[in-house]
Structures are given as C-alpha cells and as structure tokens.
C-alpha cells in the first residue's frame, strides 16, 4: 500500500464527533473525507443545546479525561465566538453539589459552590454556527465532505475508516447496546436571559434548562429512553415551558421560534476502539457519547486520531 493510498481515511458521520475527528485527522496531514447521510445541519448534533459540561455519558473517569480536554479547546475557541460559535457563559447547576462529582470538577475552572448549586462560567456553544465552522476548517485542511450513504463499514474504500455514526451505529454495525434517549427542546425568543440555568433529576424524565445562544433561548429538556419518536410533543413543549418559566418568569410570554427533537445515542459506555478490516485496513470506533457529543468531542477526536495511525 503506497504513501498516498496508506493515509486516506474515511469518517462516516457528519455530527461534532465525525467533523471534529475528520479535522484533527486532516491537520495531522492525512488525506480525509466525511460520508455523512445527513448534512451537519439535520443531525442530533444540530439539536444539541450546546452546554459544556458531562452528561449521561460513561464511563465517567474517560469521560471526564475526555470533557476536560475538550474544555480547554472550547475555552481557546471562545476568544472568536463570532467565529467558532463558543461562547464562555455565566451559569447554575441548580441542586448539584461538589461531593457528588468525581475529581475531574475540581478542574474546572471557576466552578464553584453558590447557595443552590454550582456556579461557574462554562462554553456554550452555538452548534449550528459551530458546525459549520468546523466543516470550512475541514475545508481549509483539504478534508472533504461528501453525501453518502454506508450500508456496509467494511466495503467503505479508505486504508482507515472511522465509524462516527452514533445512532446509526445500531443498525450499521450493528450494535444492538446503541439506543435513543429522546430530547425534546423548545426555542423562544430571549427575554432577557443572560445566564444559562440547569436542574436535572437523573431518576427522572424531565428536566428543566435554559440556554442563552445568539439570537434565542433554548428551554429543555426530556430524556426519555428507548424513544425513537422524531415528532415534537405538543404536551411535552408546555411542561418544558412551564417549568422553565417557574424559574424565570418571562420565560411564559416568550415567543416560540421552533420545536425540536434529537436522539442522543446512549450505550452503557463510549465504544472508542480499534478493529482490523480485510486486506490490512483498520475501522476505528467512536460512538455511544449519549448526551455528552459535544462535551467531549476534541477529547474523543484526539484519542481516535491516535487509534487510526498509532506510534511506536
């Protein structure tokens, strides 16, 4: 296999995991192309609310290793958030308190105990500006992104290939431990909300967030397991709001921009690994991130760039 033929790689997925994956791969000098089913702008990512911080992802200590690495990328990254879509925003972890997260917190800078929570000031990001952004970095690197379909990971041509599929990894792999925890989100025009808010229940269905991005304000959530429905709620959208607005009242008479539903890809735990493929290729896991995509993408990037060309 010559030089040229050895470097190519194929990420399949264009969600923030495949794009950031393809990039570092395509700045390291590899010859990289994204087959994707849907554009960026159609995936789970897109849907995403776009708050740093780690989230029904396992298991926690990689996790955690992953999520603060990529923190200190989106923190480098929010010093052009015109550009990159990351912004470092003021915010509460209603109800959580320090004991009850690993060592990892303690790293996090600025996070702190206030008198219902945790404070800190953490990235959000903007996904559908960030999304984009990464494909023309992509771009610049020579990368390229292509819409294709793969119904088979090991007929895919490439020396290397890079499994990002998430969701689609149930059925491509197939890997029955992949399965949807349904999120349902309700986009209103901000009334004034600087701050983003969150209080989560683990035993429990709902939640309640709000998070400021440019121009709007995303109020959540739900995270029902093993629900594949893709059609907003019309019930769920009234309790989101409700509850939100229990929080801060102008919530109530927001206007509602949009409705939207993601599948986060949950599994007991990341599968981030390499296996053989006939005639000397690799295939490269990486996905199962739940609802920590975004939180550890540049963590999980790195490590799967390692796995497709290791050293030594």
Do not use: K
Request: charged share 20%; hydrophobic share 45%.
């Amino acid at each position: 296999m010559d030089r040229a033929t050895s470097d190519e790689v194929i990420v399949v997925g264009g969600g923030v995991v495949g794009l950031t994956t393809a990039v570092l791969l395509a700045e390291s000098g590899r010859r990289v192309r994204v087959w994707t089913r849907e554009p960026a702008e159609r995936t789970t990512s897109a849907v995403a609310g776009g708050l740093w911080w780690p989230y029904r992802i396992e298991p926690e200590p990689l996790a955690a290793a992953w999520a603060l690495e990529s923190l200190g990328v989106y923190r480098e990254l929010a010093d052009r958030p015109e550009e990159t879509g990351v912004r470092l925003v003021e915010g509460l972890l209603h109800g959580t308190r320090l004991e009850e997260l690993g060592d990892w917190a303690g790293r996090v800078p600025g996070l702190r105990t206030v008198a219902d929570g945790l404070a800190a000031r953490l990235p959000v990001i903007d996904m559908p500006a960030h999304l984009a952004w990464l494909r023309q970095r992509l771009l610049r690197a020579a990368g390229t992104v292509e819409a294709r379909a793969v119904t088979d990971l090991a007929a895919v041509p490439a020396a290397v290939v890079v499994n990002c599929t998430g969701l689609g990894a149930r059925s491509l792999v197939p890997d029955p431990a992949v399965r949807p925890v349904r999120g349902q989100l309700v986009v209103v025009e901000n009334p004034g909300v600087t701050e983003w808010f969150t209080a989560v229940d683990h035993s429990s269905a709902a939640s309640t967030y709000f998070i400021p991005q440019p121009g709007r304000l995303l109020l959540g959530g739900t995270a029902e397991e093993d629900d594949w429905s893709p059609d907003p709620d019309p019930r769920t959208a009234a309790a989101i709001v409700a509850r939100c607005a229990a929080v801060r009242p102008e919530i109530a008479g927001a206007r509602v921009l949009a409705h939207r539903v993601g599948l986060r890809p949950a599994r007991e735990e990341v599968r981030l690994e390499r296996r053989p493929l006939p005639g000397g290729r690799a295939l490269v896991h990486n996905y199962g991130h739940g609802g920590g995509g975004v939180t550890v993408a540049w963590g999980c990037a790195r490590e799967a760039a390692a796995l497709a060309f290791p050293t030594g």
